[in-house]
């Protein structure tokens, strides 16, 4: 019946997991996540990383001055744990609303991780305190080990690190961030939505691993979590097509430029901020599942974070939609998610 309807309207989308980056980077590239999200989880792996509400406060300051357009935007602010975060930052920040969220990233995990976490029994206190305020702690849920192969790396992070963590602390409030596992899936799932849910990316509900192989290694789909075998990919999909709550609308869009990308380090993250919400309507089409797209991307999220549901709405239309190719920054440029390519939706102006 899905390709029949010509006009979706549902209340305005957030985003509940968004890289800005700074400076130049930011301001070319807030603008995308302003146009289609009322508020965005603004992830704090800057070089120099937001670890305590001074960095936020500027941070946040930096971000509304780059907006240049009329949007009501919102950018809710996050801190990153290392072990010398002490909990009275984090009790102070919460209660102020200088933070939504803290966010642990594993040492070494991923983009600007080097100053995370070696062993979370370093931060027992910080996460003691998280669960006692009603702070949610976002995780990039990989066990970052040379001798684990990066395709096992999620499901191996709930063995050792998830369960045990919330045996100790069953009262916090987690996001198990960017999930791409079936294993991922099947753990949320079977959690009290009050304390564990996850996020869920357009890439990795559109490709798999074949696709960062097609025809030559394609480094502008390489991210972490990287993407995982086409029977993840499914269970991810079948996970939103569903309906369930416990999952919800995260991007991860994670700019790089150009020589950052083709490197040899090639940087981890994809852009997909200009495409990002009409690739998730073609998603939920493709499913079947429009019935859902709403509560995925405008209610689950807010539910969970305890905060409003947008009164704004916005209107979702059966248009072709045309990514740009690139985005200048300076002498360099951005690549974007499926970057010249044409989507079925449009957001009507």
Same mark, same amino acid.
């Given at each position: 019946?899905?390709?029949?309807?010509?006009?979706?309207? +549902?209340?305005?989308?957030?985003?509940?997991?968004?890289?800005?980056?700074?400076?130049?980077?930011?301001?070319?590239? +807030?603008?995308?996540?302003?146009?289609?999200?009322?508020?965005?989880?603004?992830?704090?792996?800057?070089?120099?990383?937001? #670890?305590?509400?001074?960095?936020?406060?500027?941070?946040? =300051?930096?971000?509304?001055? &780059?907006?240049?357009?009329?949007?009501?935007?919102? !950018?809710?602010?996050?801190?990153?744990?290392?072990?010398?975060?002490?909990?009275?930052?984090?009790?102070?920040?919460?209660?102020?609303?200088?933070?939504?969220?803290?966010?642990?990233?594993?040492?070494? =995990?991923? #983009?600007? =991780?080097?100053?995370?976490?070696?062993?979370?029994?370093?931060?027992?206190?910080?996460?003691?305190?998280?669960?006692?305020?009603?702070?949610?702690?976002?995780?990039?849920?990989?066990?970052?080990?040379?001798?684990?192969?990066?395709?096992?790396?999620?499901?191996?992070?709930?063995?050792?690190?998830?369960? !045990?963590?919330?045996?100790?602390?069953?009262?916090?409030?987690?996001?198990?961030?960017?999930?791409?596992?079936?294993?991922?899936?099947?753990?949320?799932?079977?959690?009290?939505?009050?304390?564990? &849910?996850?996020?869920?990316?357009?890439?990795?509900?559109?490709?798999?691993?074949?696709?960062?192989?097609?025809?030559?290694?394609?480094?502008?789909?390489?991210?972490?979590?990287?993407?995982?075998?086409?029977?993840?990919?499914?269970?991810?999909?079948?996970?939103?097509?569903?309906?369930?709550?416990?999952?919800?609308?995260?991007?991860? #869009?994670?700019?790089?430029?150009?020589?950052?990308?083709?490197?040899?380090?090639?940087?981890?993250?994809?852009?997909?901020?200009?495409? =990002?919400?009409? &690739?998730?309507?073609?998603?939920?089409?493709?499913?079947?599942?429009?019935?859902?797209?709403?509560?995925?991307?405008?209610?689950?999220?807010?539910?969970?974070?305890?905060? !409003?549901?947008?009164?704004?709405?916005? #209107?979702?239309?059966?248009? !072709?939609?045309?990514?740009?190719?690139? +985005?200048?920054?300076?002498?360099?440029?951005?690549?974007?998610?499926?970057?010249?390519?044409?989507?079925?939706?449009?957001?009507?102006?």
């Amino acid at each position: 019946m899905s390709k029949f309807i010509k006009k979706i309207k +549902i209340k305005k989308p957030d985003d509940w997991h968004v890289h800005l980056r700074d400076n130049k980077i930011l301001k070319k590239v +807030i603008k995308y996540t302003g146009k289609f999200y009322k508020r965005a989880l603004i992830m704090p792996n800057l070089n120099s990383p937001i #670890t305590n509400c001074i960095k936020s406060i500027a941070y946040r =300051s930096r971000i509304l001055k &780059s907006m240049h357009l009329n949007y009501e935007f919102q !950018p809710l602010m996050t801190c990153y744990l290392t072990k010398f975060t002490v909990p009275q930052e984090l009790e102070v920040g919460f209660s102020k609303k200088i933070f939504i969220a803290a966010k642990f990233y594993p040492y070494s =995990s991923t #983009t600007n =991780s080097k100053k995370g976490i070696k062993k979370i029994s370093d931060i027992a206190s910080v996460l003691e305190c998280m669960e006692k305020i009603g702070m949610p702690l976002l995780i990039h849920g990989e066990e970052i080990n040379k001798n684990i192969d990066i395709y096992d790396r999620e499901a191996k992070f709930i063995e050792t690190t998830l369960d !045990p963590l919330r045996n100790k602390f069953p009262k916090l409030k987690i996001v198990l961030e960017h999930i791409t596992t079936k294993e991922s899936v099947e753990y949320v799932k079977k959690n009290d939505f009050n304390y564990l &849910s996850a996020t869920i990316t357009p890439h990795h509900l559109m490709l798999n691993r074949n696709d960062m192989f097609y025809g030559g290694i394609r480094p502008y789909l390489y991210c972490l979590p990287i993407l995982k075998k086409n029977t993840h990919q499914i269970a991810l999909r079948e996970a939103i097509s569903n309906g369930d709550k416990h999952f919800f609308l995260g991007s991860d #869009t994670a700019p790089h430029l150009n020589k950052n990308k083709i490197n040899v380090l090639g940087c981890a993250g994809i852009f997909n901020a200009p495409s =990002s919400l009409l &690739s998730y309507v073609q998603i939920f089409e493709e499913m079947n599942a429009l019935k859902h797209l709403e509560s995925f991307c405008s209610e689950n999220g807010p539910k969970f974070y305890n905060m !409003p549901i947008n009164k704004e709405t916005v #209107t979702i239309i059966k248009k !072709p939609f045309k990514i740009k190719k690139k +985005i200048k920054v300076g002498r360099d440029v951005i690549i974007p998610f499926l970057s010249g390519e044409t989507l079925n939706w449009s957001i009507k102006n």
